[in-house]
């Protein structure tokens, strides 16, 4: 069975940052994209980017390009998402997703507050 | 960047509706639309892939059409279980529909 385990909740200040965790489990981790999508409260989904596990290879969304940076790890199955210089607007609840949007993880609340 | 325009944003329906729902793409992306529900507290479910491809376990009564710049999605006989907010996203370069929200009448 495939899984895609999100890490817990986050409380970060502005202006700080923020890795959120993303492990995979019952497929070969480097024979699909690992993909990010951000949902703010009572709002729609956006695409952020994806990365490729077997080469490393990213595409970002032009509008997240300076905010988030993706990584992934094959020895641990994990793929990661940093984002940086928080702002009240990156209050949101992260995916990870894997097989062509097929399989989401639970999602990841990131709250900025001061 | 190719915008995906979803209407309506909502509809009040009942069980047993035949419901339907567009997106229109802002130029040609071909077959390359998905469709999504969302339940409150929940993670999206891919329920249709590549414009009329329903996923594994996705039942018949959910049903997409649509290429070129032009999608729809109905639902036949609505259930209970499908209020839900429903999104499109081509998957050219990966833009969302606005999403349709299904609520009772």
């Known amino acids: 069975e495939v899984l895609l385990q999100q890490s817990g909740a986050e409380l970060v200040r502005p202006g700080s940052s923020v890795k959120i965790s993303c492990k995979a489990s019952g497929y070969t981790f480097t024979d699909y994209f690992i993909h990010w999508v951000k949902q703010r409260p009572e709002q729609g989904l956006v695409w952020m980017g994806r990365?490729?596990?077997?080469?490393?290879?990213?595409v970002y969304a032009e509008k997240f390009r300076s905010k988030a940076t993706l990584t992934a790890d094959k020895s641990s199955n994990t793929a990661y998402m940093q984002l940086s210089s928080l702002t009240s607007e990156d209050t949101a609840t992260y995916f990870c997703?894997?097989?062509?949007?097929?399989?989401w993880g639970q999602g990841t609340l990131v709250t900025v507050s001061s | 960047d190719i915008v995906m325009t979803q209407s309506p944003t909502s509809m009040s329906i009942s069980v047993g509706d035949r419901v339907t729902m567009n997106c229109r793409a802002s130029q040609n992306v071909g077959s390359n639309v998905d469709w999504y529900q969302q339940k409150t507290g929940q993670s999206p479910k891919l329920l249709i892939y590549?414009?009329?491809n329903r996923d594994t376990g996705v039942p018949d009564r959910f049903t997409g059409s649509g290429s070129g710049t032009d999608f729809t999605f109905t639902i036949t006989n609505m259930q209970a279980e499908d209020l839900a907010v429903y999104y499109c996203m081509q998957s050219n370069s990966f833009t969302f529909g606005s999403g349709t929200k299904l609520e009772v009448k």
């Open positions: 590549k414009g009329s």
């Open positions: 990365i490729n596990p077997a080469n490393d290879n990213i």
């Open positions: 997703i894997t097989h062509w949007f097929t399989y």
